[in-house]
């Protein structure tokens, strides 16, 4: 195993109920250092990985490595691991200060060591001047800032973080988002977090694993997710995305031919696809859709009416008819807006093979 790695799922199963696989067969490696998130859908295996890794539930089959030894009989204190949760879990009847002293005199630390470390600890998160209130005397953000501390304090290896920012407003959370992210930069200490918020994983991660249905369909920096989904799925679920199901005609290396249901032949880049005469499903970023003259050089090049504008401030969205399909969105910045553009308007459009992915028809819907 390269020494670079920190934590190794392998081959993980897991069954609550000895029939139904929760988490089907887990591979995968977490570097030392990364920010790694667990993204996907509710009930899609994620609090169930972390759970593992943490030490509250047991794989059914596999092993977990940190550090390149078997966690499988390792109890939880025994792991090393700090961890945060969205309920953040303080004791109530202790002071800021003593809920940090609390997992340091659990290891058996002196008192001189604890007072330094707490002090550390609460400077590191700016609650210096809070250490003798109690958290019921503490604002949402403050909390969650103590249950970071508190994770952090014993300066573990690992830190596990399982939807921390879901009871926060959108204005705290994205504070914290940052606040986190700097904190992960300045520490250097390995992050797993877990969120079903795609804008939050995609900010704060250095790669991000997309679970559904117990199965990691995809794992990749922030960018790559984004720009070049590997399947329908991943690409419905980051960011916004037009879906054309057609028929795949030919293909040639990288590129192939797909034909739509009415008939129209579109060229695009042959991502997941199999033999010719199967389903495809084209996928479309709203924002590489040129409009009018703009849409003149691309190889793809259709009609559409459009249908509506929904205004966003920096950008509109307008959606439009398309090969026969009445939700397809295009997204415009508003400085790039034909102010001449009206409801009713039939106008053309195209893109480029780059920007058009060929995936799976996406059997599990
Ligand atoms: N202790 C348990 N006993 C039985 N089934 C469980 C248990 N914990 C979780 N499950 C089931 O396992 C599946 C995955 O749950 P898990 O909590 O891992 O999902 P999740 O991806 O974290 O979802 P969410 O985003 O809603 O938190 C769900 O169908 C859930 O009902
Ligand atoms: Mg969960």
């Known amino acids: 195993m390269a020494n670079d790695v920190l934590v190794s799922f392998r081959g993980v199963q897991k069954s609550y109920d000895g ?15 990364e920010f790694l ?23 059914t ?3 977990i490595l940190l550090d390149g030894r078997s966690l499988n009989k390792l109890p939880p204190h025994k792991r090393d691991i700090g961890m ?3 309920n953040y879990a303080l004791f109530p009847h202790m002071t800021v200060a003593e809920n940090l002293a609390f997992p340091l005199s659990v290891r058996g630390m002196s008192r001189t060591d604890i007072s330094e470390r707490v002090k550390r600890a609460l400077s590191m998160v700016q609650l210096d001047t809070f250490r003798n209130r109690y958290p019921g005397q503490l604002s949402g953000g403050q909390q969650q800032r103590v249950a970071l501390a ?3 304090v014993f300066e573990p290896q690992l830190v596990l973080m ?39 994983a995609l900010t704060m991660s250095d790669r991000v694993a997309v679970f559904h249905q117990g199965e990691i369909q995809q794992i990749a920096p922030p960018r790559e997710l984004y720009e070049a989904p590997h399947n329908t799925f991943v690409a419905q679920f980051i960011g916004e995305n037009n879906r ?5 005609l030919s293909r040639d290396g990288a590129e192939c031919v797909v034909r739509l249901a009415r008939g129209e032949e579109v060229r695009a880049t042959a991502v997941n696809v199999g033999a010719v005469g199967e389903a495809v499903s084209l996928s479309i970023r709203p924002e590489r859709i040129r409009l009018n003259g703009h849409s003149e050089a691309c190889p793809n090049r259709f009609s559409g009416r459009i249908a ?30 034909d102010p001449a553009l009206a409801v009713g308007d039939l106008v053309p459009l195209g893109w480029s093979v780059e920007h058009v992915r060929a995936l799976d028809p996406l059997l599990s819907e």
């Open 84 to 86: 945060v949760f969205q």
């Open 19 to 33: 029939e139904t696989l929760i988490v089907k067969d887990l591979n995968l490696d977490i570097r030392k250092g």
């Open 150 to 152: 508190r994770a952090l």
């Open 308 to 337: 509506e504008f929904i205004y966003l401030g920096d950008h509109v969205r307008i959606r439009m008819e398309v090969c026969g399909q009445s939700d397809f969105y295009v997204k415009q910045p508003i400085a790039e807006l």
């Open 61 to 63: 089959a596999g092993e």
């Open 244 to 248: 054309l199901a057609g028929t795949l």
């Open 37 to 59: 998130t667990l993204l996907g859908p509710s009930g899609s295996g994620k609090t169930t990985s972390l759970m593992m890794l943490a030490g509250f539930e047991t794989p």
């Open 162 to 200: 399982d939807e921390p920012l879901g009871a926060l407003d959108k204005q705290l959370r994205e504070h914290m988002q940052m606040e986190i992210k700097h904190l992960h930069e300045r520490l250097g200490v390995t992050v797993v977090y877990v969120t079903h918020d795609q804008g939050e």
